[in-house]
């Protein structure tokens, strides 16, 4: 069984910063890419970020510049580091990773279960 577990979220003020972790477990071959997620209430999961096994990003436009993504690939963990955060910012975030993972070494995408992050004006 794979298993994403997330920690980092809270409350901040507005302008703050966090920093979430999700560390990946279980019978893993292999990670491809991984990535983090967010949904607000009323609105649809978005992508914030991502990084491939090779460590190139990709962000939402609303977070260049303020939100860095990392991973560190011996402890099949990958980081987000928030910083100038608005309230807009709030949301539950889900980690993701396509893992290759078993005797099959079947690929499938994990979730985590969500971490909640709060931003007050």
């Known amino acids: 069984q794979v298993q994403l577990v997330e920690s980092g979220g809270g409350l901040v003020q507005a302008g703050g910063s966090l920093r979430l972790s999700c560390a990946a477990s279980?019978?893993?071959?292999?990670?491809?890419?991984m990535g983090w997620y967010r949904q607000a209430p009323g609105k649809q999961r978005e992508l914030v970020a991502a990084?491939?096994?090779?460590?190139?990003?990709n962000y939402a436009d609303s977070v260049k510049g303020r939100f860095t993504i990392s991973r560190d690939n011996a402890k099949n963990t990958v980081y987000l580091q928030m910083n100038s955060l608005k309230p807009e910012d709030t949301a539950v975030y889900y980690c993701?990773?396509?893992?290759?993972?078993?005797?099959?070494?079947?690929?499938?995408?994990?979730w985590g279960q969500g971490t909640q992050v709060t931003v007050s004006s």
């Open positions: 993701n990773a396509e893992i290759e993972s078993g005797y099959a070494r079947a690929v499938f995408r994990y």
């Open positions: 990084v491939t096994s090779g460590s190139n990003t």
């Open positions: 279980g019978s893993i071959f292999s990670i491809n890419a």
